[in-house]
Every structure is written in structure tokens, then in C-alpha cells.
């Protein structure tokens, strides 16, 4: 076994032994399909939570989204993006006016690969997910096939708050709704708030107000 696949079974492994991972499938069994998994975002640790709460033959296909300036700030934070996660870098500012920041996502889905998104574009404290940003439209536009499953993340900006870098022990749940599609002559803004909504619904009871 490579160095990157022992590392990735031992992140998985203490993702879960930290938290108490586990993917409820809700609205749709795990299934080895191209998929948008896209999810409320409070915490850095947000994307190795739901990959580790993927079924193992499903993470090599699902790619997370990591934030470049971030995820490359030091050899090894690039080394577990690239070699252990096969995350798809995307940069939170433009170079230029004429950069598409979801050019290395649509790469991505045209190859093959499921993706992990947070379509809030940042992390929020604020319970709620913030509006949704436009490029789960887009994506859902250009990629009518892919699956678009709303995931929840439970409790995850107790256990990793921002700024910090050490994991508390808490425990956390993702649960996986059931799929949406982007409907014929549907409204960017209307999609985005149904979506924005799908998510929602899958919060555990006790936490919907």
C-alpha cells in the first residue's frame, strides 16, 4: 500500500474515531455514480468529514474543493490535497477579470470525478447556510447527468471552529438528502434557494427551529 492510500485509510479512521462519523443516506443509497455532493460549510474540516463518511470504493472518484492559497500554504497541507485527497484547487480571487474560477471543476466533471462542493463560497457561523453562490447553477446547467445530492454536516464547527487547528472530540453526522435536478426553464435564483432549502431539510430534528 502507497504512502497516500495508508494515509488516507488513517485520516478516515481517525476522522471517525474523533467525531463518530457516519453518513445517514436519507434520500438516496451511496452509489459509485458521478455525483455534486454540495453541503453547508463552517470548517475546514468539512470535506474530509464527508469523505470519510463515504463508502471506501467511493472516495477515489470524489474529489473535494480546496481553496488554493490555503490548501497550498505549506508542502504538507499540498502534499494531502494532491497525492492523499485529489482535491480540485480553486482560487478565491481572480487574476484577471477573464478567469473562470469554475474552470477546474467543470475539468473535473468532464473527466469523470464527483465533487465535493460548498456553494456558500465561505465558512459561516451563523447556523444557517448563507445564500448560495451561482456555480451550482452553472455546474447543474452544463452537467444535466450528474446527480446533485444535498448534504448536511452536523455539529463540525464545534469540532474544528475557525482558527483553529487542533480537532476537538464531538460528535458529527452528514447526512445525504435526496437528489435535485435543475428544471427546465428554472430561475438561477429559484434553483439556488431550492437547493439552499434541500439542504436544510436534512438537519437533524432537533436542530430545525
Known sequence: MSLAKFT?????????????????????????????????????????????????????QTRPIAARDYWTSSPLKTWLTTAVFNAVYVSRTRATPDDDPLEPLVEALTAGDSLVIFPEGTRSN?????????????????????????????????????GEVVPVPILCTVTFGEPLRLEADEDKRAFLDRARAAVLAQRPAGERP
Request: net charge positive; with cysteine.
Open 126 to 162: 451563523l447556523g444557517e447556510p448563507q445564500p448560495f453562490k451561482a456555480g451550482l447553477f452553472h455546474l447543474a446547467e452544463q452537467f444535466p447527468q450528474v446527480v446533485l445530492v444535498p448534504t448536511w454536516i452536523d455539529n463540525v464547527q464545534r469540532v474544528m471552529p475557525k
Open 8 to 60: 488516507g485509510h488513517f485520516l478516515a479512521g481517525l476522522a471517525r474515531l474523533i467525531t463518530g462519523a457516519q453518513g445517514h443516506w436519507k434520500g438516496c443509497p451511496p452509489k459509485a455514480e458521478q455525483r455534486i455532493y454540495f453541503a453547508n460549510h463552517q470548517s475546514h474540516f468539512d470535506w474530509v468529514l464527508i469523505w470519510a463518511a463515504l463508502p471506501g470504493d467511493m472516495r477515489a
